[in-house]
């Protein structure tokens, strides 16, 4: 780095966007964490749920309420603010200047899952292939339909009181993996693979979830590293990337919450952003299944944050566990020398800035965001139903493009 601490340095890593050039699109997240509440009311003292908290899923039931209600403007910004590495394992995000580390050692911190290494032969597919007929597997703990979702079997637990202990708990795990953990489709059903799995009930507590979700969730997050071909052979995996945030919408699979949980834990000024910041109430403390209508952090906040003289970046929230069973490690992980370079600042106490990092994507408006005590006004297109045209209404706005 030069004696100018604010000037460009070639050998950071790249934006996946120019500095305030951000797409602001709508999320589409799979993933359902108020299951786990459903799961607590319907559960509580009852050995099969002990056995559940006793086991690595026990952290999810102890994450903080408050916060667990999705926030997609917090979520998509921090995707947005990314950089370019040739990691594979591990998104690194930029909030203004200051770098944020999201990778399997935060995924574990913050859930509690067991991210330990695969057995060896085990690959987690890209596409989960769907079944004509039930399986031995599939007949003996969810039935003869193979159309059954994740709704239907809540809908069991809830309503059939004689239901097998043995079934209850297997079917409460399948809701935990394929309604919060592994979501791939906006209609949750139950994967074929997983039903496998858990009739080996020791296995399936023992697996390790955390690593299988946190593939699944960074895989929709940042650039894929192969892509199928593209008709343009200009185009690589960011660049096509970069075209796919700036559409209208986009889905996410896995558990995004964890990121959104990140950002809480390493940028405190969001908890300020909260209704009740103070609030300590876990999952495992509601005793009525939801959330709290609590306000989620809007795109208003996160500008806000962007510009507050009080704002505090924690790159890396805690050092990699210190354990034997492989948690953190990867096998096929490939070196990216910016990235050393960067660690290397990090651990001097380096104060990044906006202007040390380069590159991006340069197509979106230029936003210019204004404290809230000025905001202007602009107006909104809103589709008239009935007529199929556009109405304009005036709405408050906090940033111009």
């Known amino acids: 780095m030069s004696d100018d601490d604010t000037s460009p340095d070639h050998r950071l890593l790249a934006r996946l966007f120019a500095t305030d050039r951000y797409p602001i699109c709508r999320l589409n997240v799979y993933s359902k964490p108020d299951t786990l509440t459903v799961l607590r009311n319907l559960q509580r003292d009852t050995p099969e749920f002990d056995q559940i908290l006793d086991s690595s899923f026990g952290g999810l039931f102890r994450l903080p309420a408050n916060r667990a209600p999705i926030s997609c403007k917090l979520i998509q910004a921090l995707i947005a603010r990314q950089l370019v590495t040739k990691h594979k394992y591990e998104m690194w995000t930029v909030f203004v200047g200051q770098p944020l580390h999201f990778s399997l050692n935060e995924f574990q911190s913050i859930t509690g899952l067991n991210c330990s290494l695969f057995e060896e032969g085990y690959e987690t597919p890209l596409i989960e292939a769907s079944v004509k007929e039930p399986d031995i597997y ?15 079997i809540a809908t069991w637990l809830r309503d059939d009181k004689d239901m097998p202990n043995d079934r209850r708990i297997r079917l409460a795990l399948l809701l935990i993996v394929d309604c919060v953990l592994i979501a791939n489709h906006q209609t949750h059903s139950p994967t074929p693979r997983y039903v496998k799995m858990v009739d080996n009930l020791e296995n399936f507590l023992n697996f390790p979830w955390g690593r299988e979700s946190f593939i699944k969730t960074l895989w929709s997050m940042r650039p894929p590293n192969v892509i199928k071909s593209s008709k343009n052979k200009e185009e690589g995996p960011v660049q096509l990337f970069c075209k796919q945030l700036q559409q209208k919408s986009i889905k996410l699979n896995g558990f995004p919450l964890v990121l959104q949980l990140l950002a809480f834990r390493a940028i405190p000024l969001f908890l300020s952003k909260l209704p009740d910041p103070c609030d300590a109430l876990r999952i495992i403390d509601l005793t009525t299944e939801g959330f709290p209508n609590n306000a989620a952090v809007t795109l208003n906040d996160v500008l806000d944050s962007e510009i507050d003289c009080n704002l505090v970046v924690n790159p890396m929230i805690d050092p990699p566990p210190s354990v034997d069973d492989g948690s953190g490690e990867w096998d096929d992980e490939v070196r990216d020398r910016k990235v050393e370079y960067m660690l290397k600042l990090i ?16 197509s979106c408006p ?27 209404k005036p709405v408050v706005c906090a940033y111009l493009a």
């Open 366 to 392: 230029l936003i210019v965001h204004e404290p809230f005590h000025t905001k202007g006004s602009h107006k909104k297109h809103i589709i008239n139903r009935r007529k199929g045209k556009a109405t304009t």
């Open 138 to 152: 599939w007949k003996r703990w969810i039935g003869d339909d193979v159309k059954t979702t994740c709704a239907d």
């Open 347 to 362: 651990e001097q106490n380096h104060v990044f800035v906006k202007q040390n990092w380069l590159g991006g994507d340069a």
